[in-house]
């Protein structure tokens, strides 16, 4: 009776040392992530699992390690490049948000026509095809996807542009579109310093910088606001439940964000 005892102790105390290490691992270097719109498709899709990486950057008073950071500044890290997958604190609501960076500190934004130009410069964009997506409700919040070929009745194949775009110093990443919107035409926006310029891949579905913070858009976004990078998809399940195995993705276990 006394080793089955010691043995259910052993297992308690293994248990509790191993979430007290994941709690710190987590708390240090990554934080978990789901994917909760279509603002980032194809990139990222709904029901997407990702950690970010948390030291990309350095810390800061929402990614600090038991808030010990300065309120004001970050400590280590790099610079955040053109191009990234970041995770953000909204300026005004506080809320987590994930989508790429576009401008940095200085530059000039304006989209045209669909098209993103920088610092007085159209980014090359190259179609290649068609993003297509059965149209049914979608993640834990039964999301109905937008499409270029709408309307299309429930079970259809939705459809959207597919392009390249390859901005300055060469990264490139796909986006897509859906047709002419609001923030297809902008005017232009001068990044301040400190600050940077958020936009989605799915271009016609994000609420991102392009849009102004009284109308509950992102604006610009200061560095201390950065959280991390998402480098790495680690899982993806297009159901409304992890446990809903049949709706797994085995093609996006550990699939590199580009």
């Known amino acids: 009776m006394s080793d089955a005892k010691d043995g259910i102790v052993e297992t308690i105390k293994t248990v509790v040392y191993a979430l007290l290490i994941a709690g710190v691992f987590r708390t240090l270097f990554f934080q978990p992530f789901w994917i909760p719109s279509g603002s980032m498709k194809d990139t990222l899709l709904i029901g997407d699992f990702l950690f970010v990486n948390k030291m990309a950057y350095g810390y800061s008073q929402y990614s600090c390690p038991f808030g010990m950071c300065p309120i004001d500044g970050r ?54 095809g068609m993003f297509v997506e059965p149209m049914e409700p979608q993640g834990p919040q039964q999301l109905l996807p937008r499409c270029f070929n709408g309307p299309v009745g429930a079970g259809g194949s939705c459809e959207k542009e597919k392009f390249v775009e390859t901005l300055p110093g060469g990264r490139t990443h796909s986006i897509l579109n859906v047709g002419n919107g609001p923030t297809d035409n902008t005017p232009v926006y001068s990044v301040p310093e400190g600050h940077y310029f958020f936009m989605g891949d799915n271009r016609d579905n994000s609420t991102d910088s ?32 992890l446990f809903y195995v049949w709706t797994w993705r085995p093609d996006r276990l550990f699939k590199r964000i580009d």
């Open 75 to 128: 400590i280590l890290g790099s610079e955040p490049e053109r191009g990234d997958v970041v995770v953000f604190r909204h300026p005004v609501n506080g809320q987590d948000f994930i989508k790429r960076l576009i401008g940095l500190p200085g530059d000039r934004v304006q989209v045209k026509n669909g098209i993103l130009h920088l610092n007085g410069e159209a980014v090359p964009t190259e179609p290649v």
């Open 210 to 241: 392009r849009v102004n913070q009284l109308a509950r858009g992102v604006g610009f976004v200061p560095y201390e606001n950065l959280i991390g990078r998402a480098d790495r998809i680690m899982f993806s399940s297009a159901g409304r439940s």
